[in-house]
């Protein structure tokens, strides 16, 4: 964990994303060199997995109710 908690600071380039790191020019991508950076989640996986959860469930009690309905 970083000091920014929930998130850090990446290169804001396509197929790159980098931790940057931050020097006396601002925010250096060892790649793209001084960039404006851009927040990446450092939980994005358990959110992701959270929601999936919470879908899953979501179809479960549609279908229950759907096989009520058929069975009454
Ligand atoms: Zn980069």
């Keep these: 964990m970083?000091?920014?908690?929930?998130?850090y600071n990446a290169?804001?380039?396509?197929?790159c994303g980098k931790?940057?790191?931050m020097n006396t020019g601002g925010y250096d991508c060892?790649?793209?060199g001084v960039?404006?950076?851009i927040q990446k989640y450092i939980l994005?996986?358990?959110i992701e997995d959270n929601t999936a959860t919470a879908?899953?469930?979501?179809?479960?009690e549609v279908?229950?109710?759907?096989?009520?309905?058929r069975w009454n």
Excluded at 2 to 7: A, I, K, L
Aim: with cysteine.
């Design 35 to 37: 960039v404006d950076p």
């Design 63 to 69: 279908a229950s109710t759907l096989m009520k309905k």
């Design 19 to 21: 931790k940057l790191n």
């Design 2 to 7: 970083h000091e920014n908690g929930w998130y």
């Design 30 to 32: 060892t790649k793209h």
């Design 55 to 60: 879908r899953a469930s979501a179809f479960e």
């Design 11 to 15: 290169c804001p380039n396509p197929n």
């Design 44 to 46: 994005k996986f358990d």
